[in-house]
């Protein structure tokens, strides 16, 4: 692990996206609720805050951190020229100290994508995980990065 002890602590922010395309019945099912394992997307924002707490324990070298917020959104999107509809996932992740948290942000959002992949794979295979970005980052020595 690369030795943080002599950085200084600061208000740490990184927000990641992504996406789950999807057939338009799918789509139906997540908006009416009728998925029988349940509610998709309650499911899917706990996974990802769950994820977020344990990115340290999935991904080599990363430090664990003591998370301030983590706070994972959902938009629904019906299909528009040359896009399927989709769910649009959002996650912000806070902590106060001397490393960024932009793993966790990225972590968050593929695991609440991969949930929804599972509790909905019986209807939709052909789902497909798309476009998982760092949208934007702020705190630290590099200060902030917000994608053009």
Sequence with gaps: ????????????????????????????IIQSGTVKKGDVLGIARVAGIMAA????ELIPLCHPLALTRVAV??????????????????????????????????????VA???IYDMCKAVDRAMTIT?????????????SYVKG
């Design 73 to 110: 959104d959902f938009e629904l999107a019906p299909a528009q020229p040359g896009r399927a509809d989709a769910v649009l996932c959002t996650a912000r992740v806070e902590t106060v100290g001397p490393t960024g948290v932009e793993m966790e942000a990225l972590t968050a959002v593929n």
């Design 113 to 115: 994508l991969l949930t």
């Design 131 to 143: 476009g998982v970005q760092l949208c934007e980052k702020h705190g630290g020595k590099s200060g």
């Design 53 to 56: 707490k344990k990115t340290s």
């Design 1 to 28: 692990m690369v030795d943080v002890a002599s950085k200084a602590a600061t208000h740490r922010i990184a927000v990641a996206s992504g996406r789950i395309e999807m057939l338009p019945a799918t789509l139906a």
